[in-house]
């Protein structure tokens, strides 16, 4: 079955330092990969997606992810972190029928001033 | 362009009593649509989908279930509340069809429920 893992329940980083949010995948075929993040009592907002192609995405807010296909990885990143960054980030993978994604566990990210 | 409504954003209900949360999708038709809850603030648990009107797929078995009355409608329902059945329940929707998830999903706002 298709499956990510987020290792990380809370990732702390200072303002204007850059971040990384981790995410490795395991799936049967072609991955397609997907970012989410919540904010508190919000609903899910997409960053970026890896479908195919580039394995630097770029999504919104100046978030971008690496596809590593060698090391199963879909790591979120941002050069420099912003304290309105801190939030819920999900990642996820569609699963193999197509109608649905598979979500991680999440990883609180907390951006200090 | 495409909206997601879902309601009421807050609910506090007692155990033993019934539950209707109610989503709605405008501007596209044959929408696949989605239920999850998520408790304790963390991790997304997929509860219900549904692919076409009276079409729903079951995830988790429990107190809950789904129901399609019409294309872009998808209301998650009880009978008798749990005290085990508080917490975030998110809708969401996608094009239909395995190119169309290329564009992930869109989720409501969230609805917070409380069972005391």
């Known amino acids: 079955a298709q499956s990510v893992a987020q290792p990380e329940d809370q990732v702390n980083v200072a303002e204007g330092n850059p971040l990384t949010v981790k995410c490795t995948y395991s799936?049967?075929?072609?991955?397609?990969l997907f970012w989410y993040v919540q904010y508190p009592n919000r609903g899910l907002q997409f960053l970026l997606k890896?479908?195919?192609?580039?394995?630097l995405v770029k999504g919104s807010y100046g978030f971008e992810a690496e596809f590593n296909k060698s090391q199963t990885s879909f790591h979120l990143k941002k050069p420099s972190a912003l304290v309105s960054d801190s939030a819920l980030y999900f990642c996820?993978?569609?699963?193999?029928?197509?109608?649905?994604?598979?979500f991680g566990t999440g990883t609180r990210l907390l951006v200090s001033p | 362009s495409q909206t997601i409504h879902q309601w009421p954003a807050t609910l506090v209900q007692p155990v033993g009593s019934p539950l209707s949360l109610e989503c709605t999708v405008e501007g596209t038709s044959n929408p696949n649509l989605y239920w999850y809850r998520q408790a304790a603030g963390r991790g997304l648990q997929l509860l219900f989908y549904s692919v076409g009107i009276g079409q729903i797929s079951s995830e988790v078995p429990q107190n809950l279930s789904a129901s399609r009355p019409q294309d872009r409608q998808f209301i998650l329902s009880s009978k008798k509340l749990l005290l085990s059945d508080s917490g975030f329940y998110l809708c969401a929707w996608t094009r239909a069809g395995p190119g169309d998830l290329y564009g992930g999903y869109t989720f409501g706002s969230g609805t917070r429920l409380t069972v005391v």
């Open positions: 799936v049967s075929g072609n991955p397609y």
């Open positions: 890896y479908i195919t192609g580039d394995n």
């Open positions: 996820a993978v569609r699963d193999k029928g197509f109608q649905k994604l598979v």
